[in-house]
């Protein structure tokens, strides 16, 4: 079982800069890692090939990724400023983790980390 996520700073920052370009519409970016025990880790950001960015919603065709990519999730901002995955969000759940970012974007206080389940998974920054 997953038990946390740890996340290296400049994946973070990565995500934060992304959204505050797209916005107001969502940004979607691919999640690159490895499993460590019971822990992600997640040291690399990939911008989707053919990703739609949309008011409300953000694709990419799975079918259309490298199957060597070590992908363990996917990160995507949320305009509204809701900080919790929508229906749509789970329904579509890709890989281990799901990264929400909220309006403003200003640092990790608008980033949260969900499971397939919806649950909130802690995680750690590594600043290095
Ligand atoms: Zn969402």
Request: glycine share 8%.
């Amino acid at each position: 079982m997953m038990a946390s996520v740890r996340i290296q700073r400049v994946v973070v920052d990565s995500i934060l800069t992304y959204a505050k370009i797209f916005h107001p519409k969502e940004g979607i970016l691919l999640l690159r890692g490895r499993n460590e025990k019971n822990t992600i880790l997640i040291d690399e950001v990939v911008i989707p090939p053919f990703a739609v960015h949309g008011t409300g919603f953000s694709t990419f065709p799975v079918h259309r990724l490298p199957a060597d990519f070590s992908i363990v999730g996917t990160a995507h901002s949320h305009p509204s400023g809701t900080l919790y995955p929508s229906i749509g969000d789970l329904n579509n759940f890709y890989g281990k983790v799901m990264i929400i970012t909220a309006y403003p974007y200003r640092s990790e206080q608008q980033i949260a980390i969900f499971n397939k389940n919806g649950k909130t998974v802690a995680f750690k920054i590594l600043n290095n």
